[in-house]
C-alpha cells in the first residue's frame, strides 16, 4: 500500500522530486544546510529524502523512505564538515516507494566516485536500458536515473567530462540534475528545460535547488536560473558553465506555475504567486455568473482565488478551513473512509458559507473525487449555490516530464463535459481556464510546454511509458 497525503489522494498530479545542492570554499555543515533547503522542498516530494557529501575523500549517503525531518534529523547534531554536498525529496510513483529508488543515488565506477540527484523523467528511457542490458548492465532499482550513472560508467570516453557530455546528449526528457564526481559539484538542466533548477550565492556557498524558496532560506543572493543545456562545473579551480546540447524549443512545465511549486518561489523567471493570481483574474475576466463570494480551495487555490476576487470586486471570503496537522495518511479502501479523509483536512465555515452564492476556486481537477467531497460538505452547510472555476485548463493526457498525472481513463475531463462534470460532482457549474488565457498570462507563451493539455508533446515520447 503506498502511502499519499490527503491533497494527493486522487485529487492532484503528483509531484516529482525536489533538489538541493551546496559547493563550499571552506568546509561547513553541508548536511544541516541541505536540510533546511529539502525541507523548503517538502513539497515537491514526501515519500523518501536523503543527502550526498564528500567527507575524507568519499562520498557518503543517507536515504531513507520518509520526509526530511524523519530521515535526515537524526544526523544533525552530528559535525559533518565537507565541501560537496546534494540532497534530493522524491514522490514516487515510476518504480514505486521502494529504498533502493530512493536518491542521490551513489556508486564508485571507473569514472570515479559519483552521486547523482535528478528531477524529472527521462522519456526515451525504455530504449536506453535495453541498450544496457544488451551491453551487460546489472540494474538494480527501477528508476530511470540510475541508467545515467550506468551510461556514464560504460561510456567508451575514459575523460569524465567527455563521458558525460555524451551521455547528456543521449537522454530525452526532463532532467534537472546535480552530480558530486570526485571533488566537483556538477548541475545540469535538459535542454527543453522541463524542471526548473536555480543558483545562489552566500558566504563562500554555492547553492544549487529546483526552487527559489529554497535558496531562500540559507539567504542566498545573486540568484539565477541554470539555463536549459546548461551545465555548470565547479571545483577548486573555480565554476565553469557549458552548453552541453544546442538550443531547442524551451518547454517549460507550465503545471510548475499553476500548482507545483512554492507560492513564494520565482520559477521560469516568474514569481508563482503572482502568476497565479493573473490566472484567477482570467478566470473572472471569462466569468458570466455573479458570485456572492469568492472562496479558494486551501492552499492550493489560494493565489488564484484572490486574483479571481481582486479582478470581479467579490470579496474573497475563508470559507474553507485547512487542518494542516492532518498531514499524511494512507489510501483508504472504502468511499466513508475517503470521505472521513477529506473532512479531517478541510471543514467549511458554515457562518461564512450559508446561503450564499459561492465562486470556489481550485487551481486543477484531476479525478474530481476531492472536489465532490468539497461540494458536498458546502452543502450540507447550507451553501445556495456552489460554481466551481479551475484555475488550469482541462487535463486530459499523461505527463512524460516527470510529473504523475493518470491514465487518460481515469482522468475526469477525458470522459464528461465541464456541465457533465458539474452534474457528477454536484456544483451549480464548472469552468476551467481556456489553454488561450492561461497563455495570455504568460508573457513568453512559446516557452512553456501544455501536453497535458493539448495532447501535443513538445519532443517524442514513449507513450507505454515502460522503464
Ligand atoms: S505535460 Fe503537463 S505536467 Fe508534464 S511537463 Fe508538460 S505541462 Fe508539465
Redesign the pocket.
Known amino acids: 500500500m503506498v502511502s499519499i497525503s490527503v491533497e494527493d489522494n486522487n485529487s492532484k498530479?503528483g509531484h516529482y522530486c525536489g533538489l538541493a545542492g551546496i559547493y563550499a570554499e571552506s568546509p561547513l555543515n553541508i548536511p544541516q544546510n541541505l536540510f533546511y533547503s529539502l525541507f523548503s522542498l517538502q513539497h515537491r516530494g514526501q515519500e523518501s529524502a536523503g543527502v550526498s557529501y564528500r567527507k575524507n575523500g568519499n562520498i557518503v549517503t543517507y536515504r531513507d523512505l520518509g520526509m526530511v525531518p524523519a530521515v535526515l534529523s537524526r544526523y544533525l547534531h552530528m559535525e559533518r564538515l565537507s565541501n560537496i554536498g546534494i540532497g534530493h525529496v522524491r514522490y514516487s510513483t515510476k518504480g514505486g516507494n521502494r529504498i533502493e529508488n530512493v536518491q542521490p543515488l551513489h556508486a564508485v565506477c571507473n569514472k570515479g566516485q559519483i552521486a547523482i540527484a535528478h528531477n524529472g523523467t527521462i522519456s526515451n528511457a525504455s530504449a536506453l536500458k535495453k541498450a544496457l542490458f544488451n551491453k551487460g548492465a546489472i540494474i538494480q532499482s527501477t528508476s530511470d536515473t540510475e541508467l545515467i550513472l550506468h551510461m556514464l560508467s560504460m561510456n567508451d570516453e575514459t575523460d569524465f567530462k567527455k563521458a558525460l557530455f555524451s551521455t547528456l546528449r543521449l537522454l530525452e526528457g526532463?532532467f534537472s540534475l546535480l552530480i558530486i564526481r570526485d571533488e566537483s559539484l556538477i548541475a545540469a538542466r535538459d535542454p527543453n528545460g522541463?524542471r526548473p533548477l536555480y543558483m545562489g550565492k552566500k558566504d563562500g556557498m554555492t547553492i544549487f535547488a529546483s526552487e527559489t524558496c529554497a535558496l531562500d532560506i540559507l539567504q542566498a543572493n545573486d540568484v539565477r536560473e541554470v539555463e536549459p543545456g546548461e551545465i555548470i562545473i565547479i571545483d577548486k579551480n573555480g565554476m565553469r558553465s557549458e552548453r552541453f546540447a544546442e538550443p531547442v524549443r524551451i518547454?517549460q512545465?507550465?503545471?510548475?506555475l499553476i500548482y507545483f511549486a512554492r507560492p513564494d518561489s520565482s520559477i521560469f523567471g516568474k514569481s508563482v504567486h503572482l502568476m497565479r493570481k493573473k490566472m484567477g483574474a482570467a478566470l473572472a475576466v471569462n466569468e458570466k455568473i455573479k458570485g456572492d463570494i469568492v472562496m479558494a480551495v486551501p492552499d492550493s487555490g489560494n493565489s488564484a482565488a484572490l486574483g479571481y476576487a481582486e479582478e470581479s470586486g467579490l470579496p474573497l471570503e475563508y470559507g474553507l478551513s485547512r487542518n494542516h496537522y492532518a498531514g499524511r495518511s494512507f489510501i483508504m479502501p472504502t468511499k466513508e473512509q475517503r470521505e472521513l479523509m477529506v473532512r479531517m483536512k478541510l471543514n467549511p465555515v458554515k457562518e461564512v458559507v450559508k446561503d450564499k452564492k459561492i465562486i470556489l476556486v481550485d487551481d486543477s481537477l484531476v479525478r474530481g473525487t476531492t472536489s465532490r467531497l468539497i461540494v458536498k460538505m458546502l452543502r450540507e452547510a447550507g451553501a445556495k449555490e456552489i460554481h466551481l472555476r479551475l484555475s488550469s485548463p482541462e487535463i486530459k493526457?499523461p505527463?512524460?516530464?516527470?510529473?504523475d498525472?493518470p491514465t487518460r481513463e481515469e482522468l475526469i475531463s477525458n470522459r464528461m463535459t465541464p456541465e457533465e462534470i458539474a452534474d457528477h460532482i454536484g456544483a451549480d457549474s464548472v469552468f476551467f481556464l481556456p489553454v488561450e488565457s492561461l497563455m495570455g498570462c504568460l508573457g513568453n507563451p512559446d516557452d512553456?510546454?501544455?501536453?497535458?493539455?493539448t495532447g501535443i508533446?513538445?519532443i517524442e515520447v514513449d507513450e507505454t511509458g515502460e522503464i
Open positions: 498530479p526532463a522541463f518547454s512545465c507550465v503545471f510548475e493526457c505527463c512524460y516530464f516527470g510529473i498525472i512553456f510546454c501544455y501536453a497535458c493539455f508533446y513538445p
